[in-house]
């Protein structure tokens, strides 16, 4: 399985952008799915995960601003990012994890970067 993200880029404060990530390989649906990001010299931290029944939950900095969703059809998530401010700044990445087969699998994706100037 692979998982691919893009939709990154640089935009102004304020500003929207959105991300993708598709995995390849195997059907994820029953998977729990999500967005990390890492800023330089930084930890990688949770910013939205959604369940396999479409449940979200985002950290309170992203609260209002950013929404994730997901097509179990496409094992695809999206990340639409509102109101961007430049702490937003860092690389996103994908994560995939879940169960099969009584075994747990934990994917992540490339990472894609976003860059918010003031």
């Known amino acids: 399985v692979q998982l691919q993200a893009s939709g990154g880029g640089l935009v102004q404060a304020g500003g929207s952008l959105g991300l993708s990530c598709a995995a390849s390989?195997?059907?994820?649906?029953?998977?729990?799915m999500g967005w990390f990001r890492q800023a330089p010299g930084e930890q990688r931290d949770l910013v939205a995960v959604?369940?396999?029944?479409?449940?979200?939950n985002y950290v309170d900095s992203v609260k209002g601003r950013f929404t994730i969703s997901r097509d179990n059809a496409k094992s695809t998530i999206y990340l639409q990012m509102n109101s961007l401010k430049p702490e937003d700044t860092a690389v996103y990445y994908c994560?995939?994890?879940?169960?099969?087969?009584?075994?747990?699998?934990?994917?992540w994706g490339q990472g894609t970067q976003v860059t918010v100037s003031s």
């Open positions: 994560n995939f994890k879940g169960y099969d087969w009584g075994r747990r699998y934990e994917y």
């Open positions: 390989g195997r059907t994820l649906s029953t998977y729990v």
């Open positions: 959604i369940t396999s029944g479409g449940s979200p």
